[in-house]
């Protein structure tokens, strides 16, 4: 494949100037540069101009960036997690208080009561039954 | 024992301030360096380049690593740099200090460097910065991009969302302009380029 180049190709200049780019089209730029003195010339300039760009230096001051170590948000004490000891204090408090109400309530394994409706009859006399007899003959 | 770039990103994800602090010390004086270039002024360039790694450590957690850790904030620097000089609508670069303090250039002064060639140096930088003021800031951008953080014409076509070609033709006109500048202050600047 042949490679060329023309007076005003500035593109390909630039890339032969920074050395990147194809090698085929390097080598053509820089045959072609060997016979063109208004290339050449440019060309010159453009490396005097990089020459002088390097002197171009920023005055660095002492930079000591540091990031802000994040802190978190205060909460309120009352959205505050509680800690590890409470918590677990919680759960036994919990625990006992449950348990407390159970063993109140009676025996959870009992069999279930008759409806409270019976308890409302009335209880069986205590008196002895009576025969009562009533001898009517002698009215 | 040096960690990447990578692995400190990687730590710095899971909350490890030091890791992100590691990078801020790799990479402040580069994006100091950028920003002063593009921007001009130190007060300017150092706010930038603060804004920049803040900006970097709260968007941690969206960065995948689909791009190098240093390209990511190449990105974010510039745009904060466009968003600054849109913001102040000032001239981009300013005046180097006139006043040249003998003192302070001897401090400044390199081992083997005379004071005439550190005076020389300091005048050519101050001409260089005065010629890139007179720049677009996408030429300005494109040739600092090139001549001080070595990218190729694809990174920064990447870095400015262009096409390469635009990117060539950015860094030629800047340069050619540049030259025109320069060539304006006659034998002096060739001499003051051949002492440094």
């Known amino acids: 494949m042949s490679e060329t180049f023309e007076c005003g190709d500035t593109g390909a200049l630039v890339a032969y100037l920074y050395e990147e780019g194809e090698p085929e089209i390097r080598e053509v730029i820089a045959g072609h540069l060997t016979r063109c003195a208004a290339c050449s010339s440019e060309i010159d300039g453009l490396r005097l101009t990089r020459q002088s760009l390097q002197a171009w230096v920023p005055p660095m001051p002492e930079l000591t960036l540091q990031m802000p170590v994040p802190t978190p948000a205060r909460m309120p004490w009352w959205r505050a997690p509680l800690p590890a000891w409470a918590q677990a204090a919680a759960a036994v408090l919990i625990f006992g208080v ?32 009576v025969a009562i007899s009533r001898d009517w003959s002698n009215a | 024992m040096t960690r990447t770039d990578e692995e400190l990103v990687a730590r710095s994800r899971t909350g490890d301030v030091d890791s992100f602090n590691q990078l801020v010390v790799r990479w402040e004086r580069p994006f100091y360096a950028l920003a002063y270039r593009v921007l001009g002024r130190e007060e300017d360039a150092r706010d930038v380049c603060q804004d920049t790694f803040l900006r970097a450590y709260r968007a941690l957690p969206g960065f995948k690593g689909q791009a190098k850790f240093s390209s990511w904030l190449y990105r974010i620097a510039l745009n904060l740099c466009r968003d600054w000089i849109r913001r102040q609508q000032r001239a981009p670069v300013s005046q180097m200090p006139e006043d040249m303090d003998p003192a302070a250039l001897l401090a400044e002064t390199e081992p083997a460097e005379s004071i005439e060639d550190l005076v020389a140096r300091r005048e050519l930088s101050a001409i260089v ?15 600092i991009l090139k001549e001080y953080h070595g990218m190729t014409f694809q990174e920064i076509a990447d870095m400015q969302g262009c096409p390469l070609s ?31």
Do not use: C, F
Request: avoid cysteine; proline fraction near 9%.
């Open chain 1, 98 to 129: 449950g348990l407390s109400v159970g063993l109140v309530r009676g025996d959870v394994n009992a069999p279930p009561q008759e409806p409270r409706l019976s308890r409302l009859r009335p209880p069986p006399s205590t008196h002895p039954r």
């Open chain 2, 129 to 143: 910065a005065e010629a890139m003021r007179s720049l677009s800031e996408e030429q300005r951008t494109a040739i």
């Open chain 2, 166 to 196: 635009t990117v060539k033709t950015r860094l030629y006109q800047g340069l050619s302009q540049l030259r025109r500048q320069l060539e304006r202050r006659g034998q002096g600047v060739a001499e003051l380029v051949k002492r440094t």
